[in-house]
């Protein structure tokens, strides 16, 4: 039987809570309807993400987004079946979140089917931003932002999470086969591609991860100064967004503080350390000045 929609946000809050995902301390500081929209737009992530990385023996990821992309049309065209769509259905009719996002992200997640190395950081560009910064431009949908200025600092936060991650996975996505640092960089810094995949640590990758690490922070500052320039209205909708940026900027400060030794244990933040820098962002934002997560 197709799940009534009270049932089916059900299913995406339970979906966001068992991830164990940095998002959901964020999530906690929304008003209850749009906290609802940000577990089915995070649920919904998440589902299209595991259909290629947590794929079934035997299964074919392709198959399964071209699932995603007929759901998707469904949920827009009114006759969804997949719990996260039916949840959808309601959030993006109330919300006006444009289809062509949703599309987009499930473009990026493919991309991991089809390209395992990236020559240039352009063409990495594309990547992070149809599996990071559109997700951004669906969370200012949620959070009601009004501002142009807004999407500059959607896309630039995005591009900042998603290569604060790839810093911190290198090690898990080389067992996947997948490659992400451009290999324009590899060459640049004479670190070779095998060194990567045996995980080795040499002066040569220091330099490289200082490269790669300086240029995350580059879309950090941009985002920043996007948040400053904002009307007050519109960095108050985006304290979950500035917690969120509070949460990374500072894996990513451990990153650079182990002197990258990203091929252990993986970096990561304690729970009540997550919090502490939520609680700390929001108490912030309820004074008059933009909302930092620094």
């Avoid at 997640?109 to 931003?129: G, H, K, N, P, S």
């Avoid at 501002?147 to 898990?172: H, M, P, W």
Wanted: charged share 25%; aromatic share 12%.
């Amino acid at each position: 039987m197709t799940m009534t929609p009270t049932e089916a946000q059900a299913y995406c809050e339970a979906v966001t809570k068992q991830s164990g995902s940095n998002f959901y301390y964020s999530f906690l500081f929304l008003p209850h309807a749009r906290r609802a929209a940000m577990y089915t737009v995070y649920a919904f992530c998440r589902e299209v993400d595991s259909a290629v990385d947590d794929a079934p023996p035997g299964s074919d990821p392709r198959e399964a987004l071209q699932r995603w992309r007929e759901e998707l049309a469904a949920a827009y065209g009114g006759s969804p079946t997949h719990p996260v769509t039916i949840s959808l259905a309601e959030h993006a009719r109330r919300l006006a979140i444009p289809q062509e996002y949703f599309a987009e992200l499930i473009a990026g997640v493919e991309m991991d089917l089809t390209t395992a190395r990236y020559a240039t950081f352009d063409e990495l560009y594309l990547y992070c931003y149809r599996v990071a910064s559109i997700v951004g431009l669906i969370c200012l949908k949620v959070f009601g932002t009004r501002s142009l200025l807004a999407k500059e600092y959607a896309v630039n936060l995005g591009l900042a999470f998603q290569l604060t991650n790839i810093l911190r996975d290198l090690r898990s996505d080389a067992e996947r086969g997948r490659v992400y640092l451009p290999q324009e960089d590899l060459a640049r810094f004479g670190y070779h591609e095998e060194d990567l995949l045996t995980g080795t640590y040499s002066p040569r990758f220091l330099d490289l991860m200082q490269f790669e690490s300086a240029r995350a922070r580059e879309f950090y500052a941009k985002a920043r100064s996007a948040a400053e320039r904002l009307p007050p209205a519109d960095r108050r909708a985006l304290t979950v967004a500035e917690i969120m940026r509070g949460i990374y900027r500072r894996i990513l400060d451990r990153i650079e503080t182990s002197d990258y030794r990203v091929f252990g244990p993986r970096i990561s933040l304690a729970p009540p350390y997550r919090m502490a820098i939520a609680t700390g962002v929001w108490l912030r934002s309820l004074l008059p000045s933009c909302p930092r997560g620094d």
